[in-house]
């Protein structure tokens, strides 16, 4: 149960009867009354703005309403007190009954306690990672690597069909470049001479090299001699092939899977982007015209052409944006306008873009051709994540050697595990910048968040396996321990738990809704950190403890909170596909 909406229900039924009764004028809108926690808890379990939201509508001060809701909700079999507070707040305390009903519910539900099916099946893509086969993943490309596969396993959670997709950027200049620097390589590894202008600013590195020694093998020397030209799509197929098995091996490692690799070089070739442009010239969004200098004078490149135009400006951008490059090739806008129609049209309304924070300026105009070709039926959210600041003992980690320019996620990964990186990359909302300390990810304290939340687990584990030893015939099992005397729960710090515990379902949705999984991060740490409270409040005083010796009523319905705060802590961890840790070594 989510109590949040439970409440809110209750509420609106009590509004609802007041205007049955005459006591109240009916047809108010109560959409934006709210139920949620209080800002200062000492104000009670939940509050709510209803007196204030309808208190206009039905011709009544708030503080006035709110009395009337107050004396109808005495009595109510969940309520304890309920008061009005300020300018017009409900405040409700909650009695310990309602909460023993929730632990049942969290240990009768097990690890599925806080699924939901909110999204009705409804499809939704969740594009992530999507980068350039030039070279292996850094650990920048592993933060939108892990929000993107997170979200998907968010949004499944609650009901909706994902489909998680990369899209292979395997067309264009930089693809072009990375087939000309393995064609450079290819012939120094056969001791031809290097005649190629500009060879120098091609990609180069260790890695580089190993694509032209690993591909080299399909060309004969015959075919290096000759033009570059005649050689270059089957070295760019070859290159990309090999470089997105790298990508694989690395995204694997880390435990991040997608259903859908599409090519945009296919899309080309498929005539999908002439299809998209059709659709927005039969809607009149596409025109022939020259588009102003920037404001703040011209760059260098940019020319005073007549340019095939889609009308962006329309939806919401600043300017319109071109669809032809001056060579007569389609612009990367064009193509990724082709590939969002196709993204709509095997079903995908709702779109969402995980992609690194240097996109910024690119969000605008994609949500504006999204509005455009799916007519207004289909919408795009893009994540921009910031960058991860790598440091080990707060010094900025050195790149890496392999790699030339940047630090490899799989040398992240085999140094720390992928465990590690999963969950420090949540620990931060994604717009927000990350540091990530070697040294500090692999402490055991509070400081470490991942040691932390895995520790509670663990310690919860611990707790049971000990009780099983000095209560051998006592059933230990989430449903056993279902039916336990939970009354016996009377501790502030016990119902505490038990209230952050049944919070779990409304902090999923939330997060779901608004396409926040570092939310689930943030809550985790909390149930932790309450965990860890009330254990250590049992070694300071005996009576607090999980485990009563010659008292199995109480011990049940004790070990059924840790079961409970085990559970909840187990289902967030596979959320985010981080393996709950049965102890700590």
């Known amino acids: 149960m989510d109590y949040f909406k439970y409440l809110r229900e209750e509420i609106i039924k009590r509004l609802e009867a007041l205007a049955e009764a005459g006591k109240l004028p009916s047809g108010f809108d109560s959409t934006k009354v709210v139920v949620e926690p209080p800002r200062d808890p000492s104000h009670g379990d939940v509050s709510s703005n209803v007196a204030m939201v309808i208190a206009s509508q039905v011709g009544m001060k708030p503080r006035e309403l709110g009395g009337m809701l107050a004396a109808s909700l005495e009595g109510h079999e969940a309520v304890a007190a309920v008061k009005v507070a300020g300018p017009g707040f409900l405040n409700m305390e909650l009695k310990a009954s309602f909460w023993h009903a929730r632990l049942k519910e969290v240990l009768t539900a097990g690890t599925d306690y806080g699924r939901s099916d909110i999204g009705a099946g409804e499809k939704v893509n969740v594009e992530y990672v999507s980068a350039n086969p030039t070279g292996p993943l850094h650990i920048g490309h592993g933060r939108g690597a892990v929000i993107g596969d997170v979200l998907a396993s968010l949004l499944e959670w609650v009901g909706f069909d994902v489909t998680r997709e990369y899209y292979v950027n395997d067309s264009g200049a930089q693809v072009d470049d990375f087939a000309k620097a393995n064609y450079r390589d290819m012939r120094k590894q056969r001791n031809l001479p290097v005649e190629q202008p500009d060879s120098e600013e091609l990609y180069s590195g260790e890695e580089t090299a190993a694509c032209a020694t690993s591909i080299s093998a399909r060309f004969s020397t015959d075919e290096l001699r000759a033009d570059f030209q005649d050689s270059l799509p089957e070295i760019r197929r070859h290159a990309v092939d090999y470089m997105m098995n790298r990508i694989r091996e690395d995204l694997a490692a880390l435990g991040i899977r997608h259903d859908v690799f599409t090519s945009e070089r296919e899309l080309v070739a498929s005539g999908a982007v002439e299809e998209a442009l059709r659709t927005l010239e039969a809607r009149g969004l596409i025109y022939t015209g020259v588009l102003e200098a920037p404001k703040g004078g011209a760059p260098g490149d940019w020319e005073p052409r007549s340019q095939t135009l889609f009308r962006a400006t329309e939806f919401g951008d600043d300017v319109d944006r071109p669809l032809r490059k001056s060579d007569g090739g389609w612009t990367y806008f064009a193509t990724d306008i082709a590939n969002h129609l196709d993204k709509f049209r095997r079903g995908s309304r709702t779109m969402i873009n995980v992609w690194g924070a240097d996109h910024g300026g690119y969000v605008k105009r994609m949500q504006a051709a999204v509005k455009a070709v799916t007519d207004g039926k289909g919408t795009l959210d893009v994540k921009l994540c910031q960058m991860v600041n790598l440091l080990n003992r707060g010094k900025p980690v050195k790149m890496s050697k392999r790699a030339g320019t940047y630090v490899a996620l799989s040398e992240v990964i085999n140094q720390v595990g992928k465990d590690v990186v999963r969950f420090i990359m949540l620990t931060r909302r994604n717009d927000a910048p990350l540091e990530f300390d070697l040294a500090r990810v692999t402490e055991q304290s509070r400081e470490n968040p991942v040691f932390y939340v895995q520790y509670a687990h663990a310690r919860a584990r611990s707790v049971m396996r000990h009780a099983g030893a000095e209560f051998p015939d006592m059933r230990l099992t989430p449903e056993a321990l279902s039916r336990a005397e939970l009354e016996r729960l009377t501790d502030r710090a016990e119902l505490a738990l038990i209230r952050m515990l049944a919070g779990w379902p409304q902090v999923v949705e939330n997060a779901?809704?608004?396409?926040?999984?570092?939310?689930?991060?943030?809550?985790?740490?909390?149930?932790?950190?309450a965990f860890h409270s009330l254990w250590n409040k049992g070694k300071?005083?005996?009576d607090l403890r999980f485990i009563v010796g010659g008292n199995?009523?109480?011990?049940?319905?004790?070990?059924?909170?840790?079961?409970?705060?085990?559970?909840?802590?187990?289902?967030?961890l596979r959320i985010f596909g981080v393996e709950p840790v049965e102890e700590l070594r």
């Open 540 to 542: 300071e005083d005996r």
């Open 512 to 529: 779901a809704n608004a396409h926040e999984p570092h939310r689930l991060a943030f809550y985790l740490y909390d149930v932790a950190a």
């Open 552 to 572: 199995d009523r109480l011990t049940a319905a004790r070990l059924a909170l840790v079961q409970g705060a085990a559970c909840v802590i187990a289902s967030g």
